[in-house]
């Protein structure tokens, strides 16, 4: 009912309450995640294409629901922290897994396999289909998973997919040949893009700098973030994320940016019979200002704009506006519009619970 609700300013202050009393009853505790199934895992490792230091950290928030969530963040800050607000309505939903990339290194084959075996673990061990929720680099992780996982002829035994503002190639952020990022995080990554670009400490700082006043900016509204947070639940998220990126190693950005510039675009004319990605129901979110982030031809937001279905049969595309006179909704803003995504997310899972219905009988 809340979630129903939120998009109207009166049911805010209502909604906030309840969510600060329940996160101080019961504060959000993710705990560590060990697999029971890990055979895909072991197969990469096994034929050295990724090392152990590569693998993401799993935690886990476990609950009684039918529908668990599976959560990869974007390049920062780590998933706990992206979904801080929204991870209220998912555990109603079910338990919630975070995946959060290490700090010294990134190897995608080992991310796809660590999906690959927490699944099968889910479909198997405890008769689930997760929803895999991912967000801006995140996002792309998943279709890269889907991707590979159609390539391998294996369909994962998923609920459903949402991806929050994709970005899933090179070429979401920075245009190809352009002397100039017109993004601002397309400035922080082309050096690393760059090829035979050496990235020095001071290319390494100056990232840093970028996505910590992406965060600051936003945490400055300060009339938005007392409907959304108390003030030590501001300061613990604010110090957690920028702890993110200050210890994010060299060798584990360059080797996020080399993932992202390995990753096929998305086309939604691909003929070599590697579509659709998934039967599952699919919800793609975008921002109305993604300006900051996604490049103007992304790709991807082109295949989505395009040819939805080819890509996601039982897909939907959203695009998610502030209020009013209020802030433009950003890239990726989970925590800083939380008001404004929860609606379609509340609403596609609903939809979930409906679709069961008739299975079910």
């Known amino acids: 009912m809340l979630a129903a609700f939120s998009r109207f ?4 202050p209502l909604h906030h309450f309840f969510r600060a009393a329940g996160y ?23 034929r050295g294409e990724a090392a152990l230091h590569q693998r993401a950290t799993v935690l886990c928030e476990r609950r009684f629901g039918s529908t668990p969530t599976i959560v990869l963040g974007g390049f920062v800050p780590d998933s706990t922290e992206q979904v801080f607000l929204l991870r209220g309505y998912l555990l109603r939903r079910g338990s919630v897994y975070y995946l959060n990339y290490p700090r010294g290194g990134f190897s995608p084959a080992l991310i796809c396999a660590q999906l690959d075996d927490l699944v099968t673990e889910l479909n198997t061990l405890h008769g689930q289909q997760p929803v895999v929720f991912g967000v801006s680099f995140g996002a792309g992780l998943v279709l890269e998973w889907l991707r590979r996982s159609r390539a391998a002829h294996r369909s994962p035994s998923i609920g459903g997919v949402v991806l929050v503002s994709p970005v899933a190639c090179a070429a979401d952020i920075v245009v190809p040949g352009e002397a100039k990022a017109s993004t601002l995080i397309g400035r922080a990554l082309k050096p690393y893009l760059d090829s035979g670009a050496t990235v020095g400490p001071e290319v390494i700082h100056r990232s840093r700098t970028i996505f910590a006043k992406i965060f600051e900016a936003g945490a400055q509204n300060r009339e938005t973030i007392r409907s959304l947070l108390t003030a030590g639940e501001l300061l613990q998220l604010r110090d957690r994320v920028l702890a993110a990126i200050k210890d994010l190693e060299p060798l584990g950005a360059c080797e996020r940016v080399d993932a992202l510039r390995a990753m096929p675009p998305l086309s939604p004319w691909d003929t070599a019979g590697r579509l659709p990605l998934a039967t599952a129901p699919a919800l793609v979110l975008y921002a109305e200002k993604e300006s900051a982030v996604i490049a103007v031809g992304s790709p991807t937001r082109t295949a989505f704009d395009s040819a939805l279905q080819a890509i996601f049969p039982h897909g939907e595309l959203k695009v998610v506006s502030g209020a009013p006179g209020g802030n433009a909704v950003q890239h990726a803003s989970l925590i800083f519009h939380y008001f404004q995504f929860l609606p379609p997310v509340a609403a596609f899972y609903r939809s979930l619970k409906a679709r069961k219905l008739p299975l079910a009988a």
Do not use: V
Request: hydrophobic share 35%.
């Open 9 to 12: 300013s009166p049911a805010q």
């Open 24 to 46: 101080k009853l019961r504060p959000p505790r993710p705990l560590p995640h060990t697999p029971a199934i890990t055979p895909a895992q072991t197969e990469i490792l096994a």
